[in-house]
């Protein structure tokens, strides 16, 4: 592990949030559409946000979006992000239409800018899941 890079550790899943830890795993980004009304959601669910039909698939993501907001941490006294700092929180809107708060890595925290084309990277933690962070496009 580089002295900046956060200590990514197994999510916590149920049954409404395996596919996509799983999908992560396997380093793709799962997301959720409903078969009734085709609205496209992230965070997974049981049922459709918008319509509340449970006729929900599952599909796999281009993994591409850009830079909704974000901001630069530079203190962190958990365990997990300390060695991290500084580092980048954000919000990407996703091709698809879901926005994810996530982590932008690959590049210097200055040179992160809101509408920044970034694509999905994943660390792969144990039991074959994994964590989404994105990286510039």
């Not at 200590?7 to 916590?12: D, L, T």
């Not at 879901?98 to 970034?118: F, H, K, Q, S, Y």
Request: aromatic content about 8%.
């Amino acid at each position: 592990m580089s002295e900046r890079e956060i200590e990514y550790r197994k999510p916590a899943t149920d049954w409404q949030t395996l596919a996509y830890w799983e999908g992560c795993g396997r380093g793709e980004l799962v997301l959720q559409r409903c078969g009734d009304c085709g609205a496209v959601q992230h965070r997974p669910r049981g049922i459709c946000a918008g319509c509340l039909s449970s006729a929900l698939e599952h599909f796999v993501a281009s993994g591409l979006g850009q830079v909704h907001t974000f901001t630069v941490t530079h203190q962190n006294g958990q365990p997990a992000f300390r060695n991290a700092c500084p580092y980048v929180l954000a919000y990407v809107d996703l091709e698809e239409g879901p926005r994810l708060m996530t982590n932008i890595v690959g590049c210097e925290p200055d040179a992160v800018e809101i509408g920044m084309a970034v694509r999905a990277d994943f660390v792969a933690t144990d039991k074959g899941l994994g964590i989404p962070r994105f990286v510039p496009a």
